[in-house]
Nanobody
Framework: QVQLVESGGGLVQAGGSKRLSCVASGLTFSNYDMAWFRQAPGKEREFVAVIRRSITVYADSVAGRFTTSRDNAENTVYLQMDSLKSEDTAAYYC???????????????????WGQGTQVTVSS
């Protein structure tokens, strides 16, 4: 049974930083793209970042401020969020997708496994 468990959310002031973690179990971690999505109240869930080995892709809205990394030995993916803005307030989810090709995908429906989410609230 695959499980993804996020942690690290909470309240942070605008301009501050937060680091999220997602621990995966029940899968061969290195065979999966690990992505981060977020969903703000009243909005659709959106792509934030994805990582495969050391290759990363970011949404334009977070590029240069967020960094994702992974530790395959610990089956963990991280999202380091710096220079946070109020518009970054959302529930953040990690997701896993088995690597099928060279393409990176951002579509929610392409990801098979999801965590329960962790809330990040940025106060202005």
């Amino acid at each position: 049974q695959v499980q993804l468990v996020e942690s690290g959310g909470g309240l942070v002031q605008a301009g501050g930083s937060k680091r999220l973690s997602c621990v995966a179990s029940g899968l061969t971690f290195s065979n999966y793209d690990m992505a981060w999505f977020r969903q703000a109240p009243g909005k659709e869930r959106e792509f934030v970042a994805v990582i495969r080995r050391s290759i990363t892709v970011y949404a334009d809205s977070v590029a240069g401020r967020f960094t994702t990394s992974r530790d395959n030995a610990e089956n963990t993916v991280y999202l380091q969020m710096d220079s946070l803005k109020s518009e970054d307030t959302a529930a953040y989810y990690c997701a896993a997708r088995r690597i099928l090709s060279d393409l990176f995908v951002r579509e929610i429906e392409e990801y098979s496994y999801w965590g329960q989410g962790t809330q990040v609230t940025v106060s202005s």
